[in-house]
C-alpha cells in the first residue's frame, strides 16, 4: 500500500457520531496542508469499538466530508476490516518480547500507582484470565518535533505508562491502529488535534518496535466549547448542517485564523477551498486563542 509520492495525509475520524464543527476544523486543515504541498489526503474511519459507535455514525460523517467537498484521494479505509493486520502486528511484537498479556483490572492498577501486582511485564502468567495486551514501553526522555508547536519533550515511563494495544474485551485499542494503519498507507506527515499530543511519544515506540520510519506530526489546537470544553461527540457537539457547508468551512477556517475574505460567502464550495489552498498557513493556527 505504501507509494512514491512525498506527502500523503489523513484524517482519521472514530465514528462515534456525526461530524461536529470541531472535527470539521481538524479534517480541513489536515486537507489543506496536504493539498497545499501537492499531496495526497486521504479518509480512514477508526471503527474500533462498535460499543461506542452508532452504525450511521460513519455514514454521517463520510456524507458531511463530501457536503463540504473534502474528497479523498483513495477510497476510504475502514479499521474493522484490518483485523488481520493487527493481529500480525501484535503477534510480531509479542514475539519480540515488545508486547505482554495484562490481566490487572483498571482498580488494581490505580491502587499501585501503575504497576502491575502480578508483574505480567516478567511473568506472562496472565493466559487463563480474560488478558489485555500491552505494548512494553521504554523509560525515555523523548524529544520530537511537531511542525506546529515546535520542539516537544515527553516523558514516558515503562509499565507505568504501557497502552493497551488489544482490549480484554477483545477490541483491538488506537495505539496500535492508528501506528500499523499510517505505516499501511504510506502517511508521512499527521495532521491532528493537539488532544492526542501526549500520544505521540508512546506511538514513536511502537514505530519503532514495528521497524517504521515515524511521519511528520502536526497538531493544531482543539476547538472548545463555552465552557471550555474540547467539542466532542461525549460532550454532544451538534452535527454540522450539511445544507450549509460553505458557512461552515468559512467558520472552520476563521478558527484555523486564516483570516477568509467575507466575499468567499457568496461563492462555491470549490472557490472557497481553492482559495483556503492558495492561502493556507498553518502558523497562524497557533495564534488562534481558543
Ligand atoms: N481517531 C482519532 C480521533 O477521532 C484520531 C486519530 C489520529 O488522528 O491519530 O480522535
Not at 476544523?25 to 479518509?43: D, F, M
Not at 461527540?233 to 477556517?253: C, E, G, M, R
Request: glycine fraction near 6%; charged fraction near 20%.
Amino acid at each position: 500500500m505504501t507509494s512514491p509520492h512525498p506527502y500523503r495525509g489523513r484524517f482519521a475520524p472514530s465514528p462515534t457520531g456525526p461530524l461536529h464543527f470541531g472535527s470539521l476544523v481538524t479534517a480541513l486543515a489536515s486537507y489543506l496542508e496536504a493539498k497545499s504541498r501537492n499531496g495526497q489526503w486521504l479518509i480512514r474511519i477508526e471503527d474500533l469499538d462498535p460499543l461506542r459507535e452508532p452504525a450511521e455514525a460513519t455514514g454521517q460523517i463520510l456524507g458531511s466530508l463530501d457536503a463540504h467537498g473534502l474528497f479523498p484521494s483513495e477510497p476510504a479505509l475502514f479499521q474493522s476490516r484490518r483485523h488481520d493486520a493487527y493481529h500480525a502486528a501484535i503477534q510480531h511484537l509479542l514475539s519480540e518480547g515488545n508486547a505482554y498479556r495484562c490481566s490487572c483490572s483498571r482498580k488494581q492498577l490505580q491502587a499501585n500507582f501503575g504497576r502491575h501486582p502480578q508483574h505480567c511485564r516478567e511473568n506472562d502468567t496472565a493466559r487463563e484470565a480474560p488478558f489485555a495486551i500491552r505494548f512494553a514501553l521504554s523509560d525515555d526522555q523523548c524529544h520530537w518535533h511537531d511542525q506546529l508547536l515546535g520542539p516537544q519533550r515527553q516523558v514516558v515511563q515503562a509499565e507505568i505508562d504501557d497502552p493497551v494495544l488489544l482490549r480484554k474485551e477483545g477490541f483491538f485499542a488506537y495505539q496500535l491502529a492508528v501506528v500499523v494503519d499510517d505505516i499501511a498507507q504510506g502517511i508521512t506527515h499527521v495532521v491532528r488535534g493537539s488532544d492526542l499530543l501526549d500520544m505521540t511519544a508512546q506511538q514513536l515506540q511502537v514505530y519503532r518496535a514495528l521497524g517504521a520510519a515515524p511521519p511528520h506530526w502536526l497538531h493544531i489546537p482543539v476547538i472548545v466549547n463555552n465552557d471550555g470544553q474540547k467539542l466532542s461527540k461525549q460532550n454532544h457537539a451538534p452535527a454540522l448542517d450539511n445544507h450549509t457547508p460553505v458557512k461552515n468551512l468559512f467558520a472552520a477556517l476563521s478558527a484555523l485564523n486564516q483570516q477568509p475574505p467575507t466575499s468567499l460567502l457568496a461563492g462555491s464550495v470549490d472557490n472557497l477551498l481553492q482559495w483556503a489552498c492558495t492561502h493556507w498557513e498553518p502558523g497562524a493556527a497557533y495564534l488562534t486563542p481558543w
